[in-house]
């Protein structure tokens, strides 16, 4: 388990040395995701014993997904006299990245579905 957590938090920090090393506007945790899906590619490709022990540490998180929430919730409090200053702009920003996403899904959905004939 350890091994397995070493190499997500390894992918993690690649992303930020990469986002913050060549100043990138990519968020290092998304440049750390993408290193993730080349390893998972790898481990599926050819099965080093040393990537295939990710599932262990990947499957933990997963049931403890809501734990990992805690720290935004305190955030989010934390920051009350912001939310009261930027409410609407905020709740602007909620609606429409909720409708463009559901958007988005329908019509990527509907392509997939067009292109395997269901």
Avoid at 11 to 29: H, K, T
Avoid at 30 to 51: K, Q, S
Avoid at 93 to 115: E, G, K, Q, W, Y
């Amino acid at each position: 388990m350890i091994g397995s957590l070493a190499v997500i938090l390894a992918c993690q920090l690649l992303g930020e040395v990469v986002a913050r090393g060549l100043m990138l506007p990519v968020p290092g945790p998304v440049l750390g995701m993408a290193a993730m899906v080349g390893v998972l590619w790898l481990r599926d490709r050819f099965a080093p014993p040393v990537l295939a022990a990710v599932e262990p540490a990947g499957r933990f998180l997963l049931a403890h997904l809501s734990l990992l929430f805690v720290p935004a919730g305190v955030g989010v409090v934390g920051n009350l006299d912001v939310l009261a200053g930027q409410w609407v702009a905020l709740a602007v920003a909620l609606v429409v990245s909720t409708v463009l996403t559901l958007v988005v899904s329908v019509v990527t959905f509907r392509i997939v579905a067009r292109a395997v004939g269901q």
